[in-house]
């Protein structure tokens, strides 16, 4: 994959949700929720601060993120669903 965000941009990759629920439920495609975890694909080289210096990106490149429900925009690449978002829409880095 040639792509590679620009500033605090993080290219990220959903993780699936599971298919059944704690009481071995399953649930239909039509009723899934989009999952809100992913995998850092690529980070971008972080925003400038104030003194035109680079301001170092707190996420990497393979760690699993959790991220707000309506966060980032949808693109696809190499016919790979994926999302482009701004470092401050990661809520936090898992385990």
């Avoid at 925009?73 to 999302?83: H, N, Q, S, Y």
């Amino acid at each position: 994959m040639a792509f590679t965000p620009l500033h605090d941009r993080v290219l990220v990759r959903r993780l699936e949700s599971d298919e059944k629920t704690a009481g071995g439920l399953i649930i239909p495609d039509s009723a899934k929720e989009k999952p809100a975890e992913g995998e850092v694909i690529s980070v971008g080289s972080g925003a400038r601060d104030e003194n035109g210096g680079r301001a170092p990106m707190d996420v990497k490149a393979g760690d699993k993120v959790l991220f707000g429900k309506w966060s980032g925009t949808e693109i696809k690449i190499d016919g790979e669903d994926l999302l482009i978002m701004k470092e401050s829409d990661i809520l936090g880095i898992i385990g």
